[in-house]
């Protein structure tokens, strides 16, 4: 069934889901997500890298059907994210010298070349989003330069370098169900997109993406990027600290994080250089409960079936902080504390955890909140949360990709674009 309207769909490799929406444009710009689907794809994917391309593509597929089933169109190419420990980033400036006094699209190009050149590396792809990007005519900014009249154009680009054979799996995996790979997008940035507002954009905000195996970060000021980081670290280890602590399985230890979360007198009474130790000594046990015992589920034979539940909430804390410090000191090093006036945005499934944006903001000292999907104007309920806050990024790159594809502004790829090259390269072989 055709619906009207252009349409896009968007893929988030998680490690815990792999998540796929398929979303409309309308003619007045209003974006709709009409089809979402997730499907579990723990052990396939781990830290942003494909670990089972088989599992992968099953799970990718299971994902994808049931989002076109619910939006009722078939999409023939897909945007996707990247992420983990070995993506490298750079923020790069590329100027030119216009000759005429009137930027062309040629122009663009060689700075954009000229921006890159000291990254270039065998065996290594290059990512330069359209929406991390911004250009300047004659120190002037400017949105669109093409047509602008002047001497000099820069730009100033955000760039992802990941090896290549992260992109290759990626494209394997798009294309085992017949789709053709578009483009990617380096997760914080999609995650940027997903869930910060225009005012966050502008007066200072970081986004912290928190999810099974990695966590995101991505700063902004005054609408630029001013740094993106992956750490090889997420939910995940507060999980492990659960299940080895109280001897566990790893999926009670979810569940208890999930029901107790961080807890909130831990939040209140502990100085951020005390030790943990201390503080649970230093906590008043009547309203949350702790002096509550804690039945277990699935303990390994030998250990306690019956826990206090101090004892949940100390690993949970201490875990917890110390991945917050973790983020605190990378930004202190660069300089990117002092840009944070709207504070920080936890966003990602872990970063749902309860409490969890009540310790940031103790650790950062600026407001802190969970974000939520804040770019698209109609969303289904089940897609109203944190973990999806990437995948409605990765929507949001998607149109403005292909805008800018439409205006000539970057090379276009797709099913389309590609039918041509197999046509070119055919000719060529036989032909020419």
């Keep these: 069934m055709r619906i009207k309207g252009e349409v896009v769909g968007a893929v988030d490799f998680g490690s815990r889901d792999i998540r796929v929406l398929i979303a409309r444009k309308e003619e007045d710009g209003t974006i709709q997500v009409v089809g979402h689907g997730v499907a579990p794809g723990r052990g396939c994917i781990s830290q942003g890298v494909i670990q089972d391309l088989n599992a992968a593509q099953v799970t990718l597929k299971r994902a994808l059907a049931a989002a076109e089933k619910e939006a009722r169109v078939r ?16 923020i790069r400036e590329g100027i030119v010298k216009v000759e005429r006094g009137v930027v062309e699209q040629s122009h663009m190009g060689e700075a954009l070349d000229i921006a890159s050149r000291d990254i270039l590396a065998a065996g290594k792809r290059i990512l330069a989003s359209v929406t991390a990007q911004e250009w300047y005519v004659d120190d002037l900014r400017v949105l669109d330069p093409v047509g602008i009249r002047g001497q000099v154009l820069k730009m100033r680009v955000h760039f992802a370098r990941l090896p290549s054979v992260i992109e290759d799996n990626v494209i394997a995996c798009v294309e085992s169900q017949k789709r053709e790979l578009e483009d990617i997008i380096f997760m914080p940035l999609a995650s940027s997109l997903g869930c910060l507002t225009p005012e966050d954009i502008e007066l200072g905000a970081a986004v912290l993406d ?11 000021r005054d609408y630029r990027i001013l740094g993106t980081q992956c ?8 999980t492990r600290d659960v299940a080895a602590g109280l001897q566990v399985s790893f999926e009670e230890a979810d569940e208890l994080i999930l029901e107790y979360g961080i807890s909130d007198e831990f939040v209140r009474n502990s100085e951020e250089d005390d030790d ?16 509550a ?4 589920k699935t303990s390994v034979h030998g250990a306690p079936s019956i826990v206090d539940r101090k004892k949940l909430d100390l690993i949970i804390y201490e875990r917890a902080k110390e991945l917050m410090t973790k983020v605190r000191q990378h930004l202190n090093a660069r300089g990117l504390s002092k840009h944070l006036v709207r504070g920080v945005v936890l966003t990602g499934g872990a970063g749902a955890i309860k409490n969890h944006a009540a310790l940031a903001e103790a650790i950062f000292q600026v407001p802190c909140r969970v974000g939520i999907p804040d770019s698209v104007e109609i969303l289904p309920h089940a897609v109203n949360s944190p973990e999806f806050s990437a995948a409605v990024g ?3 790159h998607a149109f403005e990709h292909r805008a800018a594809a439409k205006r000539g502004r970057i090379e276009p790829r797709g099913p389309v674009v590609s039918s041509l090259r197999r046509v070119g390269k055919f000719l060529r072989k036989y032909f020419i």
């Design 75 to 90: 999409v023939n190419s897909l945007f996707c994210g990247v992420n983990g420990k070995n993506v490298e980033t750079f």
């Design 210 to 220: 928190i999810g099974r195996s990695t966590t995101g970060l991505a700063v902004y």
């Design 231 to 238: 750490f090889e670290w997420g939910g995940y280890h507060l």
């Design 276 to 291: 943990a130790e201390a503080a649970a000594e230093a906590t008043p046990e009547s309203n949350e409960g702790r002096s």
């Design 293 to 296: 015992r804690i039945k277990l």
């Design 394 to 396: 990765i929507v949001r």
